[in-house]
Each structure stands twice: as structure tokens, then as C-alpha cells.
């Protein structure tokens, strides 16, 4: 096929500017070619770019070259037109497009380049396997809605910026070719060509350079920013994601929390959503009480309550109290037998080891429980869940024996999956919902059960609760960090903490994770040694940037708002990575692969 020269040709309008004002004008117009009909004499194409759609008329009688070539276009053919905009007549006006009143009669139609059949179609909301839509990722990112994820990725970021700027946070580069940071995943290692047998990491995020950057009298530092973490595969994670991460002198956390609610406001505003502040702020305790999660969705009603039930009967049941229990107003009726027996066994596979419910009957109480508690105790129990008549009660607990610090965990844990689970059934959570919360007071440490040692439940940079400063060593499952998380409909969407800024205070929580001087300067020893220049307080936060704009997009999957992502499996399909590399360039890195190498 003969194509055409561009030339010193130059774009007019976007295909979808135009409008009747513009009737009469003479455009040019470049676009693919989104659909063609061939009516004989008329050859109808809808000219697309990512602003919209016009229709382009070649007709046989007014340009017999224009209708010449527009018998040769073909779909996703790229091709520039020179005519004049005309009004459609009355009948023919489209009112699904914005262009839909006019039409551009072609004098020139040039033929800019072809195109092969696509593996899908580009206009409307074809279903395409996730897989498919990777391998030819430019042509996904050619659709509508993909554009318009894209486009709204850039102004976020955009928002981001300027919102920042405002609040005087200064933006900062940090490296990527640095050493292990300490968000706990494992990390991508690049090897050094200069020096043999060394590696650079990925940061898993800009924690230390953030934290210097203070003691270096920036004063209030941020960045949008990509992070590394070498996580086990999960279906929305991605090894590379971006986070606004941002750190300030001199906090009182009330006023982080004032700009990031700021921020949100302005963000949600961009997709018409309008945020309410402040945001609710919740300790970890309650959350986990109440909702079984520490990212819970309170934007509906149902919430758990720690019950006890008389001693001996509970001994008789082999319980450990308290047990846990969720009053669903109206439930009574809403759950059959069979429906309380799936959740029987959601609650097991959940990590419950003992179920069972009350139905709140006007006078009577009916439950299996009835068997084993006397009719006064199970009114006790409705009482304390605060169960009125027609309501349904589910009790989750553990069986007595182990640790009841573990069991308690897991009986929450399992609470928070019964909660939604029982809300997905009654269709509780509602699209339009914008459940903002921080939940705040998080444990400092958490038992690391197969390694048998205290772990940190944020980075060991967290700083615990000045209260708690006493109990750090004694008691420190008690103890608890100046750390928080900002959750969006049951999304942890950002979190930070107030740093340690003294160096004493430091050394006493490494001491608690059991790292020695050695290893603690082995790891941290450069930010150990800035600690003792002048450190001011300081704290900070990170926003999940891939999830904030998938959620003001409206999609479950961070993929969907990354122009290229990987899959699930950490794959990037279109260009194929990674990928295996020449001998020669293992062994200038000093590198050898033993053992077989897998497929991807
Ligand atoms: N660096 C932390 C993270 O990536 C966030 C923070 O503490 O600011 O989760």
C-alpha cells in the first residue's frame, strides 16, 4: 500500500473539538481510524485520538481521491484529514458524541500508516484477557477508558505537586542504586560491575534518605516515588509501585493529618467526590475489637463486641473467653440454616475454632448454644451484643489451649473476614461510599511466632508512645508506636509514623528486636551516625499513589491505573522481562546461575 507524507502539515483541532461553531471552518485532522461503513458513493470514517471521535464523510462525487483512499483504510489505520465542517442534517446527529452534531466532508484524506488487524477491538468495553491486554499494553492504552486512567494518574500527580509546594514540602530525588532499606520485604539486588561481588538494592522505599533529609534542615521533604519489594506474589501487588512519600520537622501529627486530609479532599474532587473532614481517628484496639481488621470499613454498620459467657459453661465448651460477637439487626430472617452453615465454615477457614449464633426471637432466643447455656444466659449474651428482636447474632471463638495471645489474634483476624463476609451477603457496601479513616496507636512490636522474637509492626524507626518509653523492655507487647495508617473504604492507602530522633531511644527498641550493635551498624550504621548530628523530631507518611488513583478511578486492580504494570506473577509480557542475559554479562558482574533455569 502507498502511504502518504505528513509534509508541513499541521494539526488543527483534536478529533474531539469540534462543534457547530466551528461549521464552515476548513480542519485538519489526524486520528486512527476507529470504524469505517462503505455506503458506495459515501465512505463514513470515525476519526479517533484520545479527545474523542469525528465523523469524516468522503464523498465520491465532492473528492474522488479522498473516497479512493478511504476505500483502502482499514481499522487503527492512522490518517490525516484536510475538508470543511458541516452541519449534520437533523436526523443524522449523534447525540452520544460531544462531535456529534457536525461532520468534516474530506478533501484530502492521507494515509499516514497502516496497521495490522488488532488482537482487540480498541472502542468500547470489549472483555480481553488481562493477559492479551499486557502483551499489546499500547493498544490497551489506546482505549478510552485507559486514557482517561492515564490521564487522570498525571493530573493527581499533578495535584500532588502543587499541593505540596504549597505547604512548603520540597521535592527531593533520592537514589535507586542504594543499600537495603528497612521496610522488612526482601529486596532487589543489582550487582555492582566496578566492585566484584557487591550489590546495590532497590530502595523498598526512601525510609532513611527521608529521615536525613531532616537532620540535613530540609524541614519538609516529599516525592512521588517508586519503591521495590521483592514480596511474595499476591493477585493486586506489584513489585514496582509508586507512593507520595513525605516526611516533616517538628510534627504534631494532628497537623500531617490536617495536609494529607487536604490533600484527599483535593484529590477526590478532580473525580466529583466530595470528602468529608476531618477523618475519624481510631486506635488499633477498637479497630481490631470491633472490626477484627486494622484497615476496617466503617462505612456500614456491622461491628463485633468482646463477650464473656458464664465460666462453666464456657470450660464445657472448651472456650477461651472472651468470645466475640456481631449483632446483625434484622438478621434473624436474612440468614437461612444452610447460609449460617457456610459461614460456619468461612469462620473456620478463617482461623475460628468455634461458632454458633443466636436468633433474637420476640421472648425466646433461638440458638444451638440453647443446649449447653441456660435461656438467662443467652439473654445476657443478646444483651451485651446490644441484639434487639428480629436480629441474628453470630459468636466466634477459639477453643481453649495455646497462647491466648495468639488465639485472641486469630479470633479477631477471623472476626474481620466474618464481617465482610456477612456484609458482601447483604449487599452492605455500596458503591458511592468514601469511608475515610485513621486508625492510629498501633502495637510497637508484634510476635514474630516462627522466629520466636519481637518484630516491628512499622520499621524500627517508629518511635513508641513517649508513655510507653517505661514498659519498652518490660512489657513490650504493651507498648505502643506514634504510628498511623490512613485507610479508604477498608484500603490501606498510606502510612507513617513520628521517628525516633534520639539515638538512645533507638538503641533500646533494637535491643527489643534482638538486633546487636554489630548488625544494627552492619545495616543502619550511616543513619545510626547522622542520628548523633542534631536530629530533629520529625515524622512523616506514604501514600499508595497506585491505589489512591485506582480507587478515584473506580477500579479494584492497581493495574488498571499503571501504564505498565507486570501481572500477578511479576511479569512485564509485553517486553517480555525478566528475561535471561548472555553469559558474558554474568561473569563481568562475577555472577554465575547454578541450577536450572525456570521459564517465566
Ligand atoms: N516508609 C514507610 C513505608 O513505605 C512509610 C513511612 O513510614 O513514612 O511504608
Redesign the pocket.
Known sequence: MKLDLLGDRQRTHLCGDLRESDAGKTVFLCGWVARRRDLGHLIFLDLRDHSGITQVVCNLDESPESHARGEEVRAEFVVGVAGKVVMRSEDTVNASLATGKIEVRARTLLLLNEAKTPPFPIDGDVRTSEETRLRYRYLDLRRSRMQHHIRLRHEAAGLVRRHMSEHRFVEVETPFLTRS???GARDYLVPSRVHRGHFYALP????LF?QILMISGLDRYFQIVR?FRDEDLRADRQPEFT?V???MSFPQRGELFQIMEQLMRSLFALVNVEVQTPFKVMPYDEAMERYGSDKPHTGFGLAWKRVNLPAEEAAKLHLSLPVKAMTVPGGSSQFSRSQLDKLHESATAAGATWFSFLRIAAGEILSPLAKVLPPQALHAVADEAGANPGDLVVLLGMKAGGSSLLSARHLDEASGEIRLDVAKRLELIKPGMWNFLWVVDFPMFEFDEKENRFAAM??P??SPREEDLEILESNPGAAKAR?YDLVLNGSEI????I?IHRRDIQQRVFGVLGLTQEKARERFGFFLDALEYGTPPH????LGFDRIVALMAGESNIREVIAFPKTASAVDVMCDAPSTVETSQLEELGLIVSGEISEC
Open positions: 532499606t528497612p521496610e523498598q522505599s526512601p525510609q527521608k519503591c507512593q512519600d513525605v516526611e512499622h520499621h524507626f517508629t504510628a498510606g502510612g507513617g509514623s521517628r515524622g512523616g507518611i506514604a
